[in-house]
Structures are given as structure tokens and as C-alpha cells.
């Protein structure tokens, strides 16, 4: 059966949040307040809402004792109401599971997260987690170039594609005001230099739609209304395999790989329940939930999904988190002058 996509839309203001009780019963909650109750752990992550669900309901079963809560968006929006709840005094989340280690590394320079030496540092290489183990890669999400394969004849190999006549008004593409992979991907697009802004002013003349997060690109390249899209592997994988007619690569000069981390809150009441969550991540166990959902594994010797690579496999685009870092909300304003 094909999929269904749904595109969650998170009450930012009113605290609304998803909640995953033991066993992965999930109901509706108007607030966060249980989260400061011991044996309680509110997780903020852009973890699509079944995805999460799915990692909680084998959490749940291991650790029946801790409650989980989860409130739900894309990492902008998630990092946007955290900042609000600093300035209002009390953060409400324990745990934050979010797009990229730029963010991390925003949180870790305002000292919003615990240093905690996990276990699971001997299931991975040392660089996918932070050096002063603040925060933990869990997956490998890289992007690819999605295509409706009733509509392109000849797909594309790399991002140069998207600027030519068969691409005009035929794109979608995700926000990097929503989505933290999207941001990700114009900090290191824009930084190099084959690519620069000069790509995305040429995305631009193509009359390239942005919309909100990566699920509505898969929802535009899957219904026809666009035939090509830049989202992340995992999406374009598992909308092929539900029997969509899509097919995907990887860019021939590269792709954006960001790592999806975790980590703990340094304002957390529940430390303990948050370690436990941060470790079950780490394990085989937690790195094969993934790979059900679709994602290329951190965790040494777990094999990705099939017609997905290995993360040692990938040829990944990168640039200075620092300078991303200092950046982002410059790049992010410039990215919505130009396509305001």
C-alpha cells in the first residue's frame, strides 16, 4: 500500500505536545507540566510523529517505569520555542532529538546541555558525537534528488539538474526556516564553492517551490504536481518502497549528511530517565529501529537499509559548523529575501 503522508502541525504556543505513554499508547496532551514529575521525560525532537513513535513504543517496553512525552516539530520551530521558554524562565523539555549538529552546537555554546559519557561512544566513531560528549549522532540522514518517474525520462545525476529548462517550476524543496536539515543544507551549499548562493539564486530564476518540511516534498514529487525534489534519503527511500512512482539519487558532487543528535537539557529534573534514553539510542537495538524506519546506522556493524549506503560510503559536502553556526540566522534571512 502506498503511504500516507501527513504533515504535522505543531501548536507552538500553546505547548501542545504528543504523548507516548508505557507501551506506545499515544493521546492527546495540553501541556508539558507531567515532564517535571519523576519517572517523566518530555522529549523535543523533528523526529516525524510516527517515527518517534516507533522508537518509544520498544523504549517504553524496556523502561515501563519512565513516562514519555513528546512535543513535535521541525528543528527551527522545536529550537525557536525552547529559546522562548529560556527567556520565560523554565525550560519544560528534558531531552532534544533534532535535525543537525549546528543546533547542537548553538545549545552547547549557551550551555543548555549536560556533558554525559555515554556507554554508546563504543558503538560509534568518534566523529559523529560532540568532543566534550554533550550531544550524540544517532542516524545518518543525507540528501538526495527525488524524481517522479512518470515524468522525467532522464533522471538527474547531480544538483546542477534542477537549473535547466526541464526543472523550470518543476521543484520542490524544503524551508530552512521549518526544517533543520534544509538549514543544514544551505550553510554547507552556500560555503562551497562550485555552488555558493549563486545556486539557489539560479533555484530561484527556476521558480523552485519552497515549502514547509521535507514530508511536502515527498507529498509534491509522489502526487505529480512537482517532478523533482531535494529531500532526505530516508523519505525518498521509503516512499520508493511503499510503491510510489519515485526513484532518487545521490548527487554526483556530494551530498549534505547530518547526523540527527541528541542530547540532554542541563536544566533537566530527570537526568537519569534522559541518560537512559540517550543510551538505548546508542545500542544495536536503537540503531535497528532505524534502520526499520529507514536510516543508515551510526552504530558500528548494523547494516544500512537496502539501496541506501553506508555512511562511510556517502561522499559528503561539508563546511565549518563554527562558521555555520555564527551564520545561520544571516543565512537564513538572505534565503528569504531571495525567495520572498
Known amino acids: 500500500m502506498k503511504r500516507t503522508f501527513v504533515m504535522l502541525v505543531s501548536m507552538i504556543l500553546s505547548g501542545t505536545?504528543?504523548?507516548?505513554?508505557?507501551?506506545?499508547k499515544q493521546a492527546a496532551s495540553g501541556g508539558a507540566s507531567t515532564a517535571a514529575d519523576t519517572g517523566n521525560l518530555l522529549i523535543y525532537t523533528s523526529k516525524p510523529d510516527e517515527d518517534i513513535a516507533t522508537v518509544l513504543e520498544t523504549?517504553?517496553?524496556?523502561?515501563?517505569?519512565?513516562?514519555?512525552?513528546?512535543?513535535?516539530?521541525g528543528t527551527e520551530e522545536v529550537i525557536s520555542k525552547l529559546y522562548a521558554e529560556k527567556e520565560g524562565g523554565k525550560i519544560l523539555a528534558d531531552v532534544v532529538l533534532l535535525a543537525d549538529n549546528v543546533t547542537f552546537e548553538r545549545l552547547k555554546q549557551d550551555k543548555?546541555?549536560?556533558?554525559?559519557?555515554?556507554?554508546?561512544?563504543?558503538?560509534?566513531?568518534?566523529a559523529y558525537y560532540d568532543t566534550d560528549k554533550m550531544y550524540y549522532g544517532t542516524v545518518a540522514i543525507s540528501s538526495v534528488l527525488i524524481y517522479n518517474t512518470n515524468m522525467v525520462k532522464n533522471p538527474p545525476r547531480d544538483?546542477?539538474?534542477?537549473?535547466?529548462?526541464?526543472?523550470?517550476?518543476n521543484i520542490s524543496m524544503a524551508s530552512p526556516l521549518y526544517s533543520g536539515a534544509a538549514a543544514y543544507m544551505l550553510g554547507v551549499l552556500t560555503r562551497?564553492?562550485?555552488f555558493g548562493w549563486d545556486f539557489f539564486e539560479k533555484l530561484k530564476a527556476n521558480d523552485a517551490k519552497v515549502g514547509r518540511g521535507n514530508g511536502g516534498v515527498i507529498t509534491d514529487v509522489v502526487n505529480g504536481e512537482k517532478a523533482y525534489g531535494?529531500?532526505?534519503?530516508?523519505?525518498?527511500?521509503?516512499?520508493?518502497?511503499?510503491?510510489?512512482?519515485?526513484?532518487?539519487?545521490?548527487?554526483?558532487?556530494?551530498?549534505?549528511?547530518?547526523?540527527?543528535?541528541?542530547?540532554?537539557?542541563?536544566?533537566?529534573?530527570?537526568?537519569?530517565?534522559?541518560?537512559?534514553?540517550?543510551?538505548?539510542?546508542?545500542?544495536?537495538?536503537?540503531?535497528?529501529?532505524?534502520?526499520?524506519i529507514g536510516h543508515i546506522p551510526l552504530v558500528k556493524g548494523v547494516k544500512p537499509p537496502a539501496e541506501l549506503k553506508q555512511i562511510g560510503d556517502i561522499k559528503a559536502l561539508s563546511a565549518d559548523v563554527s562558521v555555520m553556526y555564527q551564520n545561520r540566522d544571516t543565512d537564513k534571512n538572505r534565503f528569504t529575501a531571495l525567495f520572498q
Open 17 to 24: 505536545a504528543l504523548c507516548f505513554a508505557n507501551g506506545g
Open 230 to 292: 531535494i529531500v532526505i534519503d530516508y523519505m525518498a527511500y521509503n516512499a520508493k518502497k511503499e510503491g510510489n512512482p519515485v526513484d532518487f539519487v545521490f548527487p554526483a558532487s556530494g551530498s549534505i549528511v547530518i547526523t540527527e543528535p541528541v542530547g540532554i537539557l542541563s536544566s533537566s529534573p530527570n537526568q537519569e530517565a534522559a541518560k537512559k534514553f540517550v543510551d538505548f539510542l546508542l545500542t544495536r537495538e536503537g540503531a535497528e529501529l532505524g534502520v526499520g
Open 59 to 73: 523504549f517504553n517496553k524496556k523502561y515501563p517505569e519512565i513516562r514519555t512525552e513528546v512535543f513535535r516539530s
Open 159 to 169: 544538483w546542477s539538474d534542477l537549473l535547466g529548462p526541464a526543472a523550470k517550476n
Open 112 to 126: 543548555l546541555l549536560l556533558a554525559y559519557n555515554s556507554p554508546g561512544t563504543q558503538n560509534l566513531d568518534a
Open 192 to 194: 562551497q564553492s562550485q
